[in-house]
């Protein structure tokens, strides 16, 4: 065993003497240690319940013969800090995750890992540790929220996001808004529709780190009990067998994820996430894949945002079972091997018509004949803004092209400001900058800005372009992702307000009609930093453009090291 490095010979009593004293017996030692990484918080929905699940996984660990050792890392809420300065805690958040787990791991020669995970960032970061550690080991989701109700229908978070909006144009009272705040969660769960917590959930069951028929059971629903404890025993299988995700984080697979992605009309953040991970494992992979991926990819799937459904309906309405059984009869993915030691098409051929929570099929999971759209939920376009590429995204409209006068804020607060003050017309595109990886730092979503234009009953009349990033429920013609950002000089620093601003989806264009080459000739104005120093500052530093995941990475040269970019933060 990988542990017995640790915890074997005479030369190792001291490590045995400090494990007892954490209560651990020779008998426990003598078993395969099974590190439980626990992204438990009490902050937020997602995350409150995983510290049952936690026990459940160690109950199905311990009855399999490992000894688990649980320990813990952090999470950000995004739904609790968008808006606000501490949304730039967020994606930095998934490499501290990342980092922390991989470093738990190494240092404790761990024998395998079961990973828990709750919200958006949590679920990338523990895959993207486990790929970097490479030992038997499994990802569980906590699972979506089960909806909540306000005047006789379905809501989520989105919901409250778009009230504001609704709220400040006079559209809802304050009543209103306070019912809908008081029910729109109503427990624990991931926000509760197609989501980027839920659209990770999908791609990673894809990838074959998470047992298909697991993730998507929700939070409160009391077999989540039951399918933890069978992840604690299947991680054992897994030490047993040497199954690593070497083994099933194949090119292959991200293919099979990016398509899911498409399918479900899925977070935008999924693009990112998905490079993010690809790195980690040694894949390669660049933003340009996605594209064509998305391109001969229908919608399958009715979910919110653009949607109508939630993650739970479509849990009780066939889940990822028949969206993969339906993907694969089309060929809209190929078989590969999971971590159950069953492939994807027999994991799909387990779904049973029978097993579904009523005959009354609302079609949540359509099929290729009759898609909810013909061409996936995103795409990757270029152009003037952006050279390197951007991400728009294509549920919850029909817009495939939008041309208007720029207007310009250099972040997410004084465009929300403008939003809410009524000063954003039909036909505008409103560019926010300086709030990418390195600019702001952190990229924000936006989803305050986004839900505030469909508040205004905008959605269908205004674009949205940004080198920070959106939450997974926006919806509405939004380019996000702009690379270069304009923290590093890319040509969306030198927009104005003014300028004639046109996105193409067909044509996969985002242009300007202005000279921007000119403009930039007198160089970037000197912003001063917000973060000279600690976990902000070393992220600035060190992190990738959007369109390679965001990704932390050693500097490689002394131009890199300086800090490449007079506009910097």
């Known amino acids: 065993m990988r542990s017995d490095t640790l915890k074997k010979g005479s030369a190792r009593a001291p490590a045995r003497a400090m494990l007892k004293g954490a209560g651990y017996t020779d008998q426990d030692l003598e078993k395969p240690l099974v590190g439980i990484a626990n992204t438990w918080t009490e902050v937020t929905p997602c995350n409150v319940h995983l510290r049952r699940l936690a026990e459940m996984v160690k109950e199905g660990v311990r009855a399999a013969g490992g000894t688990p050792v649980e320990f813990n890392t952090i999470a950000v809420s995004d739904g609790i800090t968008m808006g606000t300065e501490g949304m730039r805690g967020s994606l930095i958040s998934r490499e501290v995750v990342a980092d922390s787990i991989e470093l738990f791991v190494m240092s404790h020669m761990l024998d395998g890992v079961v990973a828990l995970s709750g919200c958006d960032k949590t679920i990338p970061a523990t895959v993207m540790a486990l790929a970097r550690l490479d030992v038997p080991s499994l990802m569980l989701y906590g699972g979506p929220i089960a909806p909540g109700r306000f005047e006789g229908r379905d809501v989520t978070i989105q919901d ?149 459904y939630t993650a739970v309906d479509m849990y009780r309405h066939g889940g990822v079972r028949l969206l993969t059984k339906r993907m694969l009869d089309a060929g809209l993915i190929k078989d590969g091997p999971t971590c159950t030691g069953r492939t994807l098409r027999e994991e799909a051929d387990l779904y049973r018509e029978d ?128 690379s270069p950002e304009a923290a590093l000089g890319g040509p969306i620093a030198f927009v104005r307000s003014g300028d004639k601003v046109t996105l193409n989806v067909a044509m996969r264009r985002i242009d300007v009609d202005a000279d921007l080459a000119a403009r930039a000739k007198d160089g970037l104005p000197r912003r001063a930093s917000r973060y000279p120093r600690g976990v902000i500052a070393k992220y600035a530093a060190l992190v990738s453009s959007a369109s390679e995941g965001a990704v932390t990475r050693p500097p490689q040269d002394k131009e890199v090291q300086k800090g490449k970019g007079a506009g910097a933060s």
Do not use: W
Not at 237 to 243: F, P, T
Not at 258 to 283: Q, Y
Not at 396 to 411: C, I, L, P
Not at 450 to 479: C, E, H, N, P
């Open 355 to 482: 097993l579904e929570a009523d005959g009354d099929d609302p079609k949540v999971i359509r099929t290729v004949d009759e898609p909810v759209k013909k061409r996936g939920g995103f795409a990757i376009l270029r152009g003037d803004l952006a050279p390197e590429g951007c991400v728009v995204k294509l549920a919850g409209h029909d817009r495939n092209e939008h041309s208007g006068e720029a207007r310009v804020f250099d972040s997410e607060e004084e465009a929300f400001a403008a939003v809410q003050a009524g000063q954003i017309r039909a036909g505008d595109v409103v560019i926010i900058r300086y709030e990418g990886p390195r600019g702001g730092p952190g990229m924000r979503e936006m989803l305050a800005v986004t839900a505030a234009i469909v508040g205004q009953g905008l959605s269908d009349s205004v674009a949205l372009i940004t080198d920070g990033r959106f939450s997974g429920a926006t919806y509405g013609l939004m380019a996000g992702h702009v």
């Open 160 to 308: 409250v996001f778009e009230a504001v909006g609704a709220h400040a144009a006079g559209r809802m009272t304050s009543a209103q808004l306070k019912v809908l705040e008081d029910n729109a969660c109503p427990g624990a769960g991931a926000c509760g529709g197609q989501f980027t917590a839920n659209t990770m959930s999908v791609a990673i069951t894809m990838l074959g780190l998470s047992p298909m028929g697991v993730n998507e059971v929700p939070a409160t629903d009391p077999h989540k009990d039951v399918v933890a404890r069978e992840c604690g025993a299947l991680v054992m299988d897994l030490i047993a067998k040497d199954r690593r995700p070497s083994h099933l984080l194949t090119r292959q697979a991200f293919e099979n994820a990016i398509a899911s992605v498409a399918a479900t009309a899925g977070s935008t953040n999924g693009v990112l996430h998905l490079l993010a991970i690809a790195a980690e494992a040694g894949i390669a992979l660049a933003i340009d894949d996605f594209d064509p991926i998305s391109a001969r990819t229908p919608v399958l799937t009715d979910l919110k945002p653009g949607g109508r």
